[in-house]
């Protein structure tokens, strides 16, 4: 599911415009992944905004909780970016609002259907083992 959310203000982003790698460290199974980002493949699923770290995990095959769907209305997709920060939007009101809700926020902590970064830099991003929905549907 995908699409956008008409009760939050629309982010700023720009799209990547030339190729650069993520590398995303699977907290749970302690799993590295690395994915060449090829601008003009973008977006790479239905999920999020296009071009957003929750968009390329799509691309390289991983599954990011997104209980919304990507719109910026809950806190599932909650990653840390440990490198290449500053390639990334800036986070909205909304975004911020929402991490507000989410488990162990740090510094670097993103939505990641809403973190778009611009291609100047290599990203690592941190996936988060546990996963706010099933600690909510155990109870
Ligand atoms: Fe809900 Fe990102 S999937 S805020």
Redesign the pocket.
């Known amino acids: 599911m995908g699409g956008v959310n008409p009760y939050i203000d629309k982010p700023e982003f720009r799209k990547p415009d030339r190729p650069f790698r993520i590398t995303f460290h699977i907290e749970e199974t302690g799993e590295k992944k690395s994915f060449a980002v090829n601008p003009s493949e973008i977006p790479y699923g239905h ?2 905004l296009e071009g957003s770290i ?1 968009d390329l995990a799509e691309g390289a095959g991983i599954d990011i ?13 909650h990653v840390k970016v440990r490198e290449g920060m500053k390639s990334c939007s800036k986070a909205t009101e909304n975004e911020e609002d ?1 991490l507000d809700t989410a488990r162990d926020v740090e510094p670097d902590s993103r ?4 973190c778009v970064p611009d291609g100047s830099t290599d990203l690592i991003v941190e996936i988060p083992k546990w996963n706010k929905n099933l600690v909510q549907e155990g109870h």
Do not use: I, K
């Not at 909780?65 to 997709?77: I, M, R």
């Open positions: 999920t999020g929750m909780d997104h209980s919304c769907g990507g719109v910026c209305a809950c806190a599932t997709c929402m939505l990641s259907c809403q």
